[in-house]
């Protein structure tokens, strides 16, 4: 009998330890600047993550969504964000990964208290412009045309039906050079009452992207998504950041056309190192990293002297 209360008790423990330890935290405080990851995997359904998706939360309310890749709608919903306080959504780039659950966003939106206006910036598509994008997607003519409504053109039956337009605006991608949105001669941040956004052309394999400068409440967040800095694209861009966000996408000993794609773990803490950053998140963790974190903590421990936090869905860090 003593033997099988102690196994209870052991059982119990090691259950009650697991759910301690791997429960997210689904809220962030009411008071300062807050990261929240909506989805943290990539490209495998069977993972129970949600695809590449962030929040970044100022005095309890959610200011920028960071992408919106599958199943990132419903964790959304669970963190308790408000739609209509969105100031802003960026992509990093426009892929299945990051773009699946847009839809949903929208036809959902009707309803939650939104009346203004709702920014979207994102880099072009190898095969065209980002409105052509959006208009294949959501156009008259395109994959849910019910949802036109929430572009800037689309039918006057269609708008009547939405309380908001969105308002399509691309980060070029061509050159090495920060892109900020408006004219004069340095050009100027977009900027609500809440956060101002910057945004860089980074390496992809020849896929257009950006990575995200994001200041928020006094704090800087960097959202540089997938990229395998062969031109040096994120340290000067990322630098003194509170938070560095990145796929975590190959292991350390990966070879081959993967590397054209991702930075391996150690050149993920060199670039970390060489900005000065607090924090280094690793999200869109793939099949093929998962079960080598130790190995990729400590290659990019050898480089980063810094916090390396691995993302889960719904997990908040504060700032």
Not at 21 to 30: G, L, Q, T
Not at 217 to 233: H, I, N, T
Not at 260 to 280: N, Q, V
Request: net charge positive.
């Amino acid at each position: 009998m003593r033997n099988r209360a102690l196994r209870w008790l052991l059982l119990g423990a090691a259950a009650w330890a697991a759910t301690a330890f791997s429960a997210p935290a689904r809220y962030c405080d009411d008071t300062g600047a807050w990261l929240q990851v909506l989805g943290s995997g990539h490209a495998a359904w069977h993972d129970q993550r949600a695809e590449s998706s962030y929040l970044v939360w100022l005095d309890g309310h959610a200011r920028l969504l960071v992408n919106a890749g599958s199943g990132s709608a419903l964790r959304f919903g669970e963190a308790g964000a408000k739609f209509a306080d969105l100031d802003a959504i960026v992509f990093n780039t426009l892929q299945a990964s990051t773009t699946t659950d847009l839809p949903a966003f929208l036809a959902g939106s009707p309803g939650t208290g939104r009346d203004r206006p709702l920014p979207v910036f994102a880099p072009p598509r190898t095969d065209g412009r980002a409105m052509a994008f959006f208009e294949r997607l959501i156009g008259l003519n395109g994959l849910y045309p019910r949802l036109a409504g929430f572009l800037p053109h689309g039918s006057d039956a269609d708008a009547s039906r939405v309380p908001y337009a969105l308002e399509i605006h691309e980060a070029p991608t061509l050159g090495g050079r920060r892109w900020q949105q408006g004219g004069g001669k340095h050009g100027r941040l977009f900027r609500s009452a809440h956060i101002a956004l910057s945004a860089k052309p980074v390496f992809q394999s020849g896929r257009p992207a950006v990575a995200w400068k994001v200041a928020a409440g006094g704090r800087s967040l960097v959202f540089a998504g997938a990229f395998s800095d062969e031109r040096d694209d994120v340290s000067a861009f990322a630098e003194d950041a509170d938070a560095l966000i990145v796929d975590h996408g190959i292991t350390q000993g990966t070879r081959g056309d993967l590397l054209a794609r991702y930075a391996t773990p150690a050149k993920l803490g060199r670039i970390a190192s060489r900005a000065g950053a607090r924090m280094l998140i690793l999200g869109q963790r793939a099949n093929r990293t998962r079960g080598f974190e130790n190995t990729s903590l400590a290659a990019i421990e050898a480089e980063f002297s810094g916090a390396v936090l691995f993302a889960n869905d719904l997990t908040c860090w504060g700032l």
